[in-house]
């Protein structure tokens, strides 16, 4: 058949768009809409542009991001940063997927229906205007804005992004989760002991002769990290790991001791105990520098033997004193403490007597020493993105704080006023936090749940309105590390994808609706160049920390390593109320905690549930950030259970037979991994959160709080490892 | 000859109005109880007979929808094209032809290029894919509306014919409403003697 003819008796007699009968002008008018005259500027060129990773993460990459024609081509480590020298990680190769992610959330959106998946695309300014009018009704009906619940945390460490904490306090005062989930116990131990957190630089690493990794994973969690540790080798260093899991670190390592969970406390102590019977203490360095030394002495010869902390670990005798003498012996010594073994709730305590190992050896303010946790020394930016007042006549006479680490629970309990509306920001407490079940109820409480993310995932599924953000590329800003001494600026490389903005750019817009809706009801600016905003971080302390004269220097090699200040607690002056280093702290004791670092019991699994299960971070992540892109999903998309083939034995399970573990607040399904590198009564399931699968270990995590974290960070820390279970082949 | 001119002419129009009455869909214009049912009629009564197997079952699905329906198809309609969640039914060329099945690939600024030729770009360059679906039927029916018709075929034979159908194709397994699917089978008709029509035409050039 001739194929015009087909054509004509498909196509039927009309012709001319205006000539259509009956139809309107709505489906005949043309006119161009997303395409425009062609600007002669057109950007064709290929340059580099200078980023920082901003994750929740040690390492905090300086990353060079090609871009042609204003689309990444590639992205790389800075080779001008000599911590993450020219790499990325498996997780900061895949940015451009992230970035050009097609699961990315392109636009505002509500949902018609908390969790029906009914979304409708609304413009920015509905968005604010549906937002404010909430806001300022939620004002009007309780007096004050203390109904209103911000939820932000670790997703993006950029500090720009502190700006969203400042636009809820431009409101007025508000209820806050305050806390952090990750590392508070060991915060706080370090603080009691030293004053604050303060590592050495970790490249400083290599001149370690002895280096004992302590319940961290860096092989995974750290790469960089890891390549110090082997340079300390080469130049004669022994690398220890203890662990209960046999994990790839471990596996480098030139000795690795398996220890019950939850014990580091009972070994260190162990350890302590063969150091002063053997008289391999530095009584000079402790005279000079520590207060409690003798009470100290007093309570581990009183109470500690070698024979109980083997008991309690699980640890040989010869291997507790061996490493004692080794460590004691080895100058100058490197203990690196990981935020695993303060998951617990006896978790400060553990970390305090480790510290204690280093103070004893006088191994503290040395170069190649030290007892490493994390430092917070070069944060010291403005703030000037967070740092706004209420408005002139604010009730509720200031924030109210609820605990991070027990949020669903403090939210459905806040009473006078109630919370009413949540804005989720850099967090998805519906895949992240204890007792899913409660923090489900406690979204389904709310009149108004708002979220700013980048992607579709459970939190933003229990959401009424969804705010579609930037990625780094794609807003300006600048980076420090908890770990590391750099700084890295972060560089616009592209637009904006879609209709995405900025958390700052957010606030603004916010901002501009409220005082449209109410003149003077919010503080923020409500305009402002984001580039400049950058620049209103730094200040004179900075400045010369870094040997900078203007943040613009930054722009030259894209990071800068701070210049001073490498050595924690190099001059002997600790932040202590005594200044001095104190193995007996009194302001432990006002915060319930024994003035010195003792053995606080482990918790014991009770009989119905007698496995202990702990959840420690995933290769392929950062919390529930990674595993979702493809590429990750490539490599693994099966999350599984690791369990020792003696228990799995013991309860009839084989390999890759499907697991229910369980407790009395909820379960898990997933296939058993059998394997000897996870200790015989402890199993391991890694969190992370699945793309599309029903997968959640928490679950079955109840809010059980560690020892410490109320001091320094607000809340008491989460007892992630003391999760109880039992497992079935189902 | 002017009898040739004219037809050809003719069926340019046809072929606006019905890229046309797409773009408009894509752009999520349609979905009004007002606009609705003259969408129905216009494809029914002007634009497409009732010949083509898949445009018949298109037809029957869109017809005689009630304001429920057109309501529920919004949401269809986001969950295929828009988000919050993973769309269902990529919106975007590379998505189908490029390896990494990412927006904004070598094919993107391909695109760009094709457009450059007529002296147009995507607004705010680089923030919406140059391929997106709305950006490729705007392009057609902006030539088909200047007659410019030899670079519609190109276009057509180097983009849009190369990955729409495997974009309808999703559609059709994945959309829940009988609008969404109707709108996709009607495409699904056209394109394919769009096809066999260039394949008259410019004779041997296989358009995948």
């Known amino acids: ?730 | 000859m002017v009898q040739n001119h004219k037809s050809k002419h003719h069926q340019n129009k046809f072929r606006f109005q019905f890229y046309l009455i797409f773009l408009k869909y894509y752009r999520n214009q349609l979905f009004d109880k007002s606009i609705w049912p003259n969408v129905t009629t216009l494809l029914t009564d002007n634009i497409v007979s009732k010949d083509n197997h898949f445009i018949k079952i298109g037809l029957s699905l869109i017809n005689d929808v009630d304001e429920e329906s057109v309501n529920n198809a919004i949401f269809d309609f986001n969950r295929l094209f828009v988000g919050p969640g993973k769309i269902l039914a990529p919106t975007y060329e590379s998505y189908y032809r490029n390896t990494e099945k990412l927006p904004m690939q070598r094919e993107t600024l391909q695109v760009r290029r094709f457009y450059e030729m007529v002296g147009l770009q995507v607004d705010d360059l680089g923030r919406e894919p140059d391929d997106h679906i709305e950006h490729e039927l705007e392009f057609v029916c902006y030539l088909l509306n200047n007659n410019n018709e030899e670079l519609y075929y190109d276009f057509f034979e180097s983009h849009l014919g190369k990955w729409i159908l495997n974009h309808i194709y999703l559609v059709l397994e994945n959309s829940k409403t009988d609008i969404c699917k109707g709108m996709a089978y009607i495409f699904k008709g056209f394109i394919e003697l769009e096809k066999e029509e260039l394949k008259y035409i410019r004779g041997g050039v296989t358009v995948e």
Request: hydrophobic residues 35%; aromatic residues 10%.
């Open chain 1, 1 to 730: 058949m001739n194929n015009n003819i087909s054509r004509r008796s498909l196509l039927k007699g009309v012709v001319a768009t205006g000539a259509l009968v009956g139809v309107g002008a709505s489906l005949s008018e043309f006119n161009l809409n997303g395409l425009i005259e062609a600007k002669s500027d057109q950007d064709k060129k290929t340059e580099v542009f200078h980023n920082a990773c901003p994750r929740n993460c040690y390492d905090t990459c300086a990353i060079l991001t090609t871009v042609e024609e204003g689309v990444i081509t590639r992205v790389e480590g800075n080779p001008e940063n000599s911590f993450t020298r020219g790499k990325l990680c498996v997780k900061g190769n895949s940015y451009p997927r992230h970035v050009y992610s097609p699961d990315r959330i392109k636009y505002p959106m509500r949902q018609d229906g908390r969790g029906s998946g009914n979304w409708k695309r609304i413009s920015w300014d509905e968005a604010y205007t549906e937002i404010a009018k909430k806001i300022l009704s939620i004002k009007e009906e309780y007096g004050s804005t203390l109904p209103i619940c911000l939820d932000k945390y670790s997703g993006n460490f950029e500090i720009m992004h502190y700006g969203i904490e400042g636009m809820l306090s431009s409101i007025g005062y508000t209820t806050r989760a305050v806390g952090t989930p990750c590392w508070p116990a060991g915060i706080d131990a370090q603080t009691f002991d030293f004053g604050t957190i303060y590592n050495n630089d970790p490249e400083d690493i290599v001149n370690s002769k002895y280096i004992i990794v302590w319940g961290a994973n860096y092989a995974w969690t750290s790469v960089h990290t890891m390549h110090f540790i082997e340079e300390a080798r080469k130049n004669g260093a022994k690398i220890v790991v203890i662990d209960p899991i046999l994990t790839n670190t471990a596996a480098k390592a030139d000795l690795y001791i398996q220890l019950n969970a939850s014990t580091d406390g009972a070994l260190a102590l162990g350890m302590a105990k063969y150091i002063l019977d053997n008289e391999l203490y530095d009584g000079d360095w402790l005279a000079e520098n520590a207060i409690g030394f003798q009470e100290f002495l007093g309570y581990v010869k009183n109470n500690i033997t070698i024979e109980w902390a083997s008991e309690k670990t699980g640890v040989p005798i010869y291997v507790i004193e061996n490493l004692a003498r080794e460590y004691a012996t080895a100058k100058p010594a490197n203990i690196l403490i990981g935020y695993g073994m303060q998951r617990h709730h006896n978790g400060g305590n553990n970390v305090r007597t480790i510290d204690a190992l280093a103070a004893i050896t006088g191994n503290i303010g040395k170069s190649g020493g030290g007892a490493q946790y994390a430092q917070l020394q070069t944060w010291g930016f403005n703030y000037h993105a967070m740092v706004h007042s209420p408005p002139e006549g604010s009730q509720g006479g200031a924030d109210r704080a609820i605990n991070i680490n027990n949020f669903a629970v403090d939210v459905l309990n806040a009473k006078e006023p109630p919370i009413k509306m949540m804005w989720i920001a850099c967090r998805n407490p519906m895949t992240q936090d204890p007792e899913t079940n409660v923090v489900k109820k406690a979204f389904e409480a709310m009149d108004l749940v708002v979220t700013a993310d980048l992607y579709m995932n459970p939190t933003v599924e229990m959401s009424d309105i969804v705010l579609p953000v930037t990625t780094a590329f794609e807003t300006p800003g600048v980076n420090v590390s908890y770990w590391h001494y750099w700084m890295n600026i972060n560089e616009q490389a592209i637009k904006p994808l879609y209709e995405t903005k900025s958390d700052v750019e957010i606030a603004m817009g916010l901002s501009a609706k409220l005082n449209e809706l109410e003149a003077g009801s919010c503080t923020y600016p409500t305009s402002g160049d984001l580039e400049e905003w950058v620049g209103k971080e730094f200040n004179q302390n900075i400045y010369s920390q870094f040997g900078m004269k203007d943040w613009k220097d930054l722009k030259e090699k894209g990071t800068i390593k701070a210049k001073k200040g490498l050595i924690g607690w190099e001059d002997g002056k600790f932040s202590t109320p005594s200044g001095k280093y104190e193995l007996w702290s009194e302001e432990a004791a006002k915060f319930g905690n024994h003035q010195m670092p003792i053995y606080l019991e482990e918790l014991k699994a009770p009989a119905q549930y007698p496995i202990r299960c702990i959840s420690p971070h995933w290769k392929l992540n950062i919390h529930s950030q990674f595993q979702h892109l493809d590429w990750m999903e490539s490599i693994n998309d099966k999350p599984f259970i690791e369990i020792h083939p003696t228990l799995a034995k013991k309860y009839g399970i084989k390999d890759n037979d499907n697991v229910k573990m369980f407790n009395d607040i909820g379960y898990v399904i997933v296939p058993a991994k059998l394997t000897k590198n996870t200790h015989p009564e402890t199993v391991v399931i890694y969190e992370a959160w699945y793309k599309d699968k029903n997968f959640n270990v928490n679950y079955t995590l109840k809010a059980i709080s560690s020892d410490m974290g109320q001091k320094a960070t607000g809340a008491p820390g989460l007892a992630w490892h003391d999760n109880f279970v039992n497992i079935e082949k189902v």
